[in-house]
């Protein structure tokens, strides 16, 4: 069974860095692409990004100057970075695979 579990702060302040990082246990991360996907309060799902099986990393356009991924093939997991955050940051972020399922998501609130 596939499992994905997101990790990082609930809050962060305003103008800071967020990160988060997605383990991954019973696939290898390279074995499918992997997504960044958020949502907030009251909002649709908004894809933020993605890497690839080979480790390719693709980038929102609205995001893309503000985010960086990367992936640790020897822990099985990858990280989000997204700095310069704002209260408009605020929402749940998942992580996924649209073959292998979602993580359960973690709150992220931007606030000082």
């Known amino acids: 069974q596939v499992q994905l579990q997101e990790s990082g702060p609930g809050l962060v302040k305003p103008s800071q860095t967020l990160s988060l990082t997605c383990t991954v246990s019973?696939?290898?991360?390279?074995?499918?692409?992997w997504e960044w996907i958020r949502q907030p309060p009251g909002k649709g799902l908004e894809w933020m990004g993605a890497i690839t099986d080979g480790g390719r990393f693709w980038y929102s356009p609205s995001l893309e100057s503000r985010m960086s991924l990367s992936r640790d093939t020897s822990k099985n997991r990858f990280t989000l970075q997204l700095n310069s955050v704002t209260p408009e940051d605020t929402g749940v972020y998942y992580c996924?695979?649209?073959?292998?399922?979602w993580g359960q998501g973690t709150q992220v609130t931007v606030s000082a």
């Open positions: 019973g696939a290898s991360i390279t074995s499918v692409n």
């Open positions: 996924a695979s649209w073959q292998l399922g």
